[in-house]
């Protein structure tokens, strides 16, 4: 019996890159993105002319396809969520400019700049040059090699991060990431980026808070690239100013106010809130005191200039825990801008739940301008514009308020204004028992 041959295989580093041949068209298209990229680093566009005609083919003979999500093997990630965070990346790529001046966006650089860049490392192109182009084409890669390259794996690593803390809850699962490496792949793709998504299930703790046993989650940011898994901590000194000691407390947060956080800032995406989780407890960490004397942790959200702030977390100590308890609205009487609104118009914690003061969607639902005595206190005094402009600001396009609220909530105040002159010489009153209204919270 005739013996079979044993199939010769391959080592992986003798393989060849796959290439692959492109239409003409397609070629025009990569030329007139090429001389784009070439103003954007800061060439002349007219040094891409320099180079012949097969010259320019070979730069995106290999071509380079965008980077692939995938589970690090043993980590558990749904299927929707790879699904969801590649196709956000390629939005990202398709939207966001590189050099917005020339119009290249972060696709044109994978796409197009990363082959025609990476092709100038191959010693048999380079020996083709005349010795004047060759001297701007080393400049070219030493820029690609010691600046553009990270720029495109922080550009990458930003933007995937950002989605995963849209994925991330802390009372269920955290998503970080890997980089996989770079690789061939057996199709006319090309090389390949591959991000490999890890997971880390939530932690937990029990504490006792009003002779009750709770459950609370460790507010957390996955891996990042080159950053480790990451637990919150906020410096003692924050929460106790003549404190000495540089120990960090651990953040967490109950089940309680995850639900008092999608109640009340209503108006949030249910994947932006641990978003906002990360910014208030993670990075920002406003401690602000509350005109009872109990301080308070700001909730923020991003804006242009700065963040700002749509609420408070009101937190206990336990040990070297800092425990968030609930979510207080940025107009309740137990926090600052509350407290202002409450002494002007003495208006009780039933009139806030009846008008819907409650709840972030009201600046975005009542058009505030209509109603003087608000527009008063609310915009002039407190300067509370800002939340109805930042809001719109992550909407592909703004909302009309709603004429029947804001019809509502004018007729309530026009009455309220007639009853507010028959105040005007009694003594100011202000329920403390809603200005501990924290000791409600169960």
């Not at 880390?200 to 703790?205: A, L, R, V």
């Not at 407390?249 to 209503?266: M, P, T, V, W």
Request: charged share 25%.
């Amino acid at each position: 019996m005739a013996k079979k041959k044993k199939k010769k295989i391959q080592s992986a580093h003798l393989r060849k890159t796959p290439t692959t041949k492109h239409s003409t068209t397609y070629l025009k298209s990569c030329y007139a993105v090429a001389r784009r990229i070439l103003q954007a680093v800061g060439e002349d566009e007219s040094v891409f002319d320099q180079f012949t005609k097969r010259q320019k083919q070979n730069m995106f003979r290999v071509t380079m396809s965008l980077p692939r999500i995938e589970a690090l093997p043993g980590h558990r990630v749904p299927k929707q969520y790879l699904r969801y965070i590649q196709e956000e990346l390629m939005i990202f790529m398709k939207r966001l400019y590189f050099n917005e001046e020339y119009k290249v966006t972060w696709m044109d650089i994978i796409s197009i700049g990363q082959p025609m860049f990476a092709v100038f490392s191959i010693e048999e192109f380079m020996d083709a040059l005349p010795p004047s182009l060759r001297k701007i084409v080393d400049r070219l890669q030493n820029y690609f090699r010691e600046e553009l390259f990270g720029k495109i794996l922080d550009w990458i690593e930003g933007q995937i991060k950002m989605t995963l803390l849209l994925l991330s809850q802390p009372n269920f699962r955290i998503y970080g990431q890997k980089l996989g490496g770079q690789h061939s792949m057996a199709t006319k793709t090309g090389l390949q980026l591959v991000i490999h998504i890890t997971t880390y299930e939530c932690q937990s703790i029990r504490f006792k808070y009003h002779n009750l046993e709770r459950t609370a989650y460790r507010v957390a940011m996955g891996e990042h690239m080159y950053e480790p898994y990451m637990g919150a901590k906020i410096a003692v000194s924050k929460i106790f100013p003549s404190a000495k000691s540089k120990q960090g407390l651990d953040i967490y947060i109950q089940s309680h106010a995850i639900h008092r956080f999608k109640e009340r800032i209503n108006t949030v995406y249910p994947t932006m809130r641990n978003e906002f989780f990360v910014i208030s407890l993670m990075m920002v960490q406003r401690v602000v005191q509350a005109p009872n004397g109990r301080q308070l942790i700001a909730c923020v959200m991003p804006a242009d200039d700065d963040v700002k702030i749509i609420g408070y977390f009101a937190f206990t100590v336990d040990g070297n825990n800092l425990i968030v308890l609930t979510l207080l609205p940025l107009l309740s009487q137990s926090v600052p801008e509350g407290h202002i609104l409450h002494k002007r118009l003495r208006l009780s914690n039933a009139d806030m739940e009846y008008l819907g003061m409650d709840k972030l969607s009201f600046f975005y639902e009542v058009d505030i301008e209509q109603i003087p005595l608000l527009k008063q206190v609310l915009y002039d005094e407190l300067h509370l514009d800002y939340i109805h402009t930042v809001y719109n600001s992550f909407r592909s396009k703004q909302e009309p308020f709603s004429e029947k609220k804001t019809l509502f909530v004018k007729n309530f105040f026009q009455k309220y204004e007639e009853q507010m002159a028959d105040w005007s010489n009694e003594p100011e009153d202000i329920d403390d028992a809603s200005v501990n209204a924290l000791d409600d919270e169960r």
